[in-house]
Nanobody, 123 residues
């Protein structure tokens, strides 16, 4: 499975962005999908995850209530809608896919990673 993330950009605090991750391959629906982010000088951190069917989601406390993860297995895509953005949301955002668990929050639980898309939130 190959993943291609897109949708990043520059936005003012309080604004919104929608990230999208397109997956190749016919086994997309068997993978849990997640979004992580990495700010300069910091470790990659979990943002959100969604299970194989899209029926279960889980979020980091820092984004709960502002971000929404969704997937379309027919189109092999997973999206991250980001609202009420804050400067501390600035990071490179990565999508990832894994089969180890239906809800996965650790980087080692993911098998495939996209290339990352930059999100910059100005104050």
């Amino acid at each position: 499975v190959q993943l291609q993330a897109s949708g990043g950009g520059l936005v003012q605090a309080g604004g919104s962005l929608r990230l999208s991750c397109a997956a190749s391959g016919r086994t997309f629906s068997s993978y849990a999908m997640g979004w992580f982010r990495q700010a300069p000088g910091k470790e990659r951190e979990f943002v959100a995850t969604i299970n194989w069917t899209g029926g279960s989601t889980y979020y980091a406390d820092s984004v709960k209530g502002r971000f929404t993860i969704s997937r379309d297995n027919a189109k092999n895509t997973v999206d991250l809608q980001m609202n009420k953005l804050k400067p501390e949301d600035t990071a490179v955002y990565y999508c990832a896919g894994g089969r180890s668990r239906p809800i996965a929050t650790r980087t080692y639980e993911y098998d495939f990673w996209g290339q990352g898309t930059q999100v910059t939130v100005s104050s």
